[in-house]
């Protein structure tokens, strides 16, 4: 592989402007896409295999007029102080302004709550329901607009109006946070390479990358139907990876020309040992990210799946741009070790650099490590673990309004229906009976209304009109519990359970859906997939990294960091945004259950970005190592030339992570936290702490692969030992390097 990588890049150094040309026409063709692409139509939230879903399926196969996905809107009134809804004047005002919104031509229906039983028993409190013909998604900005008119001339009439409900739901905001993780990627970048140049290209080439793959996915939106969140995340992953993949390559370049070599014979070598890693970091992410579709959640698929997509153009913009630019940029980019004239560099200051001998400060650390290897090691492993406590204390949802901050309309419409009407109101129950098996429908939809009022933790069953065929009908049951509490669950299994003996009885089909039934059931299948997936990914990864170690215990030490930093950065999203430690550091307004889809998809994307500097640092021990070296050492050299870019490379994940913790919407909000966090506790403590002190004390050993793996397993040459025996036609040619 490294030789096929050298040619590579070579060939895109020689031939950039056809390579720069390909890239540009490639973003130009996405962004034109984008552009005349339609509007992202109904994003659907299916969970495939459970019985939440299997009532919604069966009310829109008995119900086809109720337009089942349609937004709604809860607009709640309240009276003024010393007040009833039921005074003349103020019920004139509700029923204007009901009246208002019937008007709207995606306007389904709207139930008036005196003719609906829609005010609360001290008379306070009072709401409308709104059904429109379409998903939240499709409403047009007109709609959102008609609500909210309606609802400010009742609040000029003297009422308290809020809005609830996914009718007013919007694109999520990043903020001003985003623009900043990128800056202090760019100051990173600088720092790292001396020049301001150098420090550009990994910038450009990753925007350009995440260019290319959020431009696609928003002209694929319509047709694959990709959530608000899709763009958003694969955006946030690929820019994090487009940069250290970037950063890998240009570093390793410079390196080459320290050595003397030619500008094309660097970039040759650049992208054959540092483009190896580049390429296998890539495939674990990959790997991690598809794998997601095992848990058979379509949202999630599609998530890994665009993030994947941009993670593997990160890479090939990587192998291919990034030599095509070096060969732009011609001597203006300096060897290691020498800065920009511009930021106080020059010859003469990296010669007195070079001759004073003084180690750098990876080497340093390293050669610390090695020393006592044991107490690193506890330390490490301790630290990790105490932070990885709060995880035991996990709890699961899926957001809803009760989940948004208290200065947004929705949040106080959720609280008044649960101030007028019980906390169980904003998670009401629907229980679908299928009486299209039962001798008389009727008496089977009576008796299971009779059945449910009468269980424990029910504050009220309110049963609907069966369909038209009268075959089937719905009975609405109001919990008295909030609903992400544990009773608001048990009655969910409660009614499942006695609807098996209905079934028996009577021969109908008793079904629970409703929000609250569906994240119930969404966390119990994340659960049931978390352990088949961690199989999957962590063993297709662990097979790769035998291949690229040709060892057995150093994949085994990667996998098992893995765990604890995950385990770790999981413990510190439970304390932030469930028990709201540093909360308002953090902008989490409102503490709760952490976003059901949040361990899974951290496992995915953190193992992958784990492996990266695994694969990243590791690879120079290993090259040390067959080169000669005893394992101690080459774990010394391996920080030598690995440490301070592996460091840059993850401070500026961390700073582009960070990024989205300004995010208005709190699963990225979560994800940006959760993320930065985990890059943090595996890089900075897994990679450069652990890592070297369990190397020092397996010695030998951590290299170790039986005879016949050896012999079964290709030779894919991440180590470049394919270029050595190529010869150095390049090295020596000084003139060209000189700057």
């Given at each position: 592989m490294a030789t096929f990588l050298y040619k590579l890049g070579r060939l895109a150094f020689r031939r950039r402007h056809f390579v720069a040309l390909i890239w540009v026409a490639l973003l130009t063709l996405a962004g034109v896409g984008a552009a005349s692409a339609p509007a992202a139509g109904s994003t659907s939230f299916s969970i495939p295999g459970t019985e939440a879903q299997k009532a919604f399926d069966l009310l829109e196969q008995?119900?086809?007029?109720?337009?089942?996905?349609?937004?709604?809107?809860?607009?709640?009134?309240?009276?003024?102080?010393?007040?009833?809804?039921?005074?003349?004047?103020?019920?004139?005002?509700?029923?204007?302004?009901?009246?208002?919104?019937?008007?709207?031509?995606?306007?389904?229906?709207?139930?008036?709550?005196?003719?609906?039983?829609?005010?609360?028993k001290d008379g306070t409190i009072a709401y409308a329901s709104v059904k429109y013909k379409v998903s939240g998604m499709e409403l047009q900005d007109s709609s959102r607009d008609a609500l909210k008119s309606a609802a400010q001339h009742a609040r000029d009439a003297g009422l308290t109006v809020e809005i609830g409900g996914d009718a007013l739901s919007a694109a999520p905001e990043t903020g001003a946070t985003e623009v900043i993780g990128i800056g202090i990627a760019a100051v990173v970048l600088v720092i790292t390479f001396g020049s301001l140049l150098a420090a550009g290209l990994p910038l450009l080439t990753a925007l350009i990358g995440v260019g290319i793959g959020v431009s696609s996915i928003s002209a694929l939106a319509s047709t694959l139907d990709f959530g608000s969140t899709t763009s958003t995340l694969a955006s946030m992953i690929g820019l994090a990876v487009g940069i250290d993949y970037a950063l890998f390559i240009v570093s390793r370049y410079r390196a080459e020309l320290a050595e003397g070599r030619t500008r094309e014979d660097a970039a040759g070598r650049a992208v054959g040992t540092a483009g190896s890693a580049v390429v296998f970091a890539g495939l674990t992410v990959v790997i991690a990210l598809v794998g997601l579709s095992v848990v058979n959640i379509p949202m999630l698929t599609k998530m890994g799946i665009a993030a994947a997509g941009t993670v593997a153009i990160a890479v090939l913009i990587a192998l291919t741009m990034i030599p095509a630019l070096l060969g732009y940029a011609g001597r203006r980019i300096k060897p290691?070790?020498?800065?920009?004239?511009?930021?106080?560099?020059?010859?003469?200051?990296?010669?007195?650099?070079?001759?004073?001998?003084?180690?750098?400060?990876?080497?340093?650390?390293?050669?610390?490590?090695?020393?006592?290897?044991?107490?690193?090691?506890?330390?490490?492993?301790?630290?990790?673990?105490?932070?990885?406590?709060?995880?035991?204390?996990?709890?699961?949802?899926?957001?809803?309004?009760?989940?948004?901050?208290?200065?947004?309309?929705?949040?106080?419409?959720?609280?008044?229906?649960?101030?007028?009407?019980?906390?169980?109101?904003?998670?009401?129950?629907?229980?679908?009976?299928?009486?299209?098996?039962?001798?008389?429908?009727?008496?089977?939809?009576?008796k299971v209304a009779a059945e449910i009022k009468g269980m424990k933790d029910v504050a009220a069953v309110v049963q609907s009109k069966p369909n038209k065929a009268g075959d089937t009908a719905t009975i609405t049951v109001i919990p008295a519990s909030k609903p992400s509490s544990t009773q608001t669950e048990d009655l969910v299994h409660a009614i499942r359970d006695k609807g098996a003996d209905i079934t028996s009885d009577t021969g109908a089909k008793v079904l629970v859906t409703g929000s609250t039934a569906m994240n119930i059931d969404v966390s119990q299948k994340l659960n049931d997939a978390l352990v088949p997936y961690l199989v999957l990914v962590v063993g297709l990864a662990f097979l790769l990294l035998i291949v690229v170690f040709r060892s057995i215990l150093v994949p085994l030490k990667a996998a098992l960091g893995f765990l604890l930093s995950v385990l770790a950065a999981l413990g510190a999203v439970v304390a932030v945004f469930q028990w709201g430690w540093l909360s308002g550091l953090m902008g989490v307004e409102q503490t709760g259950p952490v976003m059901s889809m949040m361990p899974i998809f951290m496992v995915g994307v953190v193992f992958g970005l784990a492996m990266d500097y695994e694969v990243f640092l590791v690879t120079r021990m290993r090259e040390a190592y067959v080169h000669g070296e005893k394992p101690s050492q080459a774990v010394v050299t391996g920080f030598k030339y690995g440490a301070r870019v592996v460091t840059a490379a993850a401070v500026i994940m961390i700073a582009v992570f960070s990024g989205f913790i300004g995010s208005s919407e709190a699963m990225v909000k979560m994800i940006g936290f959760g993320l930065a966090i985990a890059v943090f506790f595996d890089a900075f403590i897994v990679r450069m702490a652990l890592v070297p002190a369990v190397l020092a004390l397996l010695g030998k050993r951590a290299w170790w692969l039986p005879k016949w793996l050896d012999r079964a397993l290709p030779n894919v040459d991440v180590e470049g030992e394919g270029l050595r025996t190529a010869g150095d036609a390049g090295h020596g040619d000084k003139e060209l390097v000189r700057a």
């Open positions: 008995r119900f086809p007029g109720m337009s089942a996905d349609g937004a709604t809107a809860r607009v709640v009134f309240k009276a003024p102080a010393g007040h009833k809804m039921t005074d003349a004047a103020t019920k004139a005002t509700v029923e204007k302004t009901v009246q208002e919104l019937s008007t709207g031509s995606e306007v389904a229906s709207v139930a008036d709550p005196y003719q609906g039983h829609a005010v609360s290691a070790g020498r800065k920009s004239k511009l930021l106080g560099g020059g010859r003469a200051k990296a010669a007195a650099k070079a001759a004073s001998g003084k180690p750098n400060m990876g080497t340093r650390w390293a050669s610390f490590v090695v020393r006592r290897p044991v107490a690193v090691l506890l330390l490490g492993v301790v630290g990790l673990g105490a932070a990885a406590v709060p995880a035991a204390s996990l709890e699961l949802g899926l957001p809803d309004d009760g989940s948004q901050p208290v200065s947004t309309t929705q949040r106080r419409a959720y609280d008044l229906l649960s101030e007028g009407f019980g906390p169980g109101f904003n998670g009401p129950l629907t229980a679908v009976v299928d009486g299209k098996d039962a001798g008389v429908p009727g008496t089977a939809f009576d």
